[in-house]
């Protein structure tokens, strides 16, 4: 089993002193989804484009995926994404091709279903001539709690139907969390959140240099269940938040950076100057030397 995360930081004050850090470094990096509403002019076309990016992003690397969200943007913009008629699954299709150059990416066949199904998703709540008012789409997530959401999400393709429903809790958090790495907008107030994303970057540190390592008394985070690494990184997040008086959606945020795939080898290399500047170069086995 795992040691606890009171257990970790305790055997482990530099470490997690260091890996607050990388956090605080880390918060006000913007993922490929929310980057993609830079070039929104209205705000429900940025929420549009967060739900859509929530939904297709699936194995594939941030920078690829970066270039899929600024293809489609480019070829649908404004309203396009919602308004009727809907563009053709070839149209769609073609942004996808244009950027892997190649058909066999795990969504490609389901790019199209998932782009209408946000479609219809944004004119059932607030967007298009049908609703009065330019952002009525905020009146929607301001009328309903994130468990509220988390349940409406369901009927976008792909974004999952049975719990934890990772897409459906990494999108609310995106709605609601502050500028720049979310777009700040407001739901119904409630003690019940979402879990907190748990992503790749999380899992590797987690497994690597986290509690769950065998250098820390742990037999390994694949042999626990899901709802115990679930329970392992809601809580280490929230350790992590309060040492850089954050909130715990932006130590998930930061994690999902370590060692995961840039252009150029891991974007937290790029970011610290070839590890030069990582908090966490003195710990992490994959650092480069000094």
């Known amino acids: 089993m795992a040691v606890s995360i009171g257990k970790f930081i305790q055997d482990n004050p530099a470490l997690f002193k260091a890996t607050a850090g990388f956090v605080a470094l880390f918060r006000d ?10 070039h929104c002019k209205t705000i429900e076309e940025k929420v549009g484009w967060v739900l859509l990016g929530t939904a297709l992003f699936q194995n594939c690397s941030n920078p690829e995926f970066a270039n899929l969200m600024r293809a489609l943007h480019e070829r649908f913009p404004g309203d396009a994404l919602w308004k009727l008629p809907v563009p053709k699954e070839e149209e769609i299709n073609n942004c996808e091709e244009s950027v892997f150059h190649t058909r066999s990416w795990e969504l490609f066949d389901h790019a199209a279903g998932i782009f209408w199904s946000v479609g219809a998703f944004m004119r059932n709540h607030g967007a298009g001539p049908d609703h009065k008012g330019n952002n009525s789409i905020t009146d929607y997530v301001a009328s309903r709690t994130p468990e509220e959401l988390w349940r409406d999400l369901g009927e976008i393709y792909f974004m999952g139907k049975s719990n934890p429903r990772p897409k459906a809790c990494a999108a609310i958090y995106r709605l609601i969390t502050e500028e720049p790495v979310g777009l700040g907008l407001r739901c119904k107030p409630t003690s019940k959140m979402p879990h907190l994303p748990l992503t790749m970057g999380a899992r590797r540190y987690i497994s690597i240099l986290g ?80």
Not at 29 to 38: E, I, K, N
Not at 258 to 282: A, M, S, W, Y
């Open 211 to 290: 509690p769950a390592s065998s250098e820390n008394g742990g037999d390994g985070f694949a042999n626990m269940t899901p709802k115990e690494k679930q329970v392992m990184a809601n809580q280490l997040f929230v350790a992590l938040a309060k040492e850089i008086q954050a909130s715990p959606y932006l130590s998930s945020h930061s994690m999902q950076y370590f060692l995961e795939n840039g252009k150029d080898g891991f974007i937290c290399r790029q970011v610290t100057d070839h590890c030069k500047k990582c908090p966490l170069h003195e710990f992490c086995n994959y650092a480069e030397k000094k």
């Open 29 to 38: 990096l913007q993922d490929p989804v929310v980057a993609v509403t830079r």
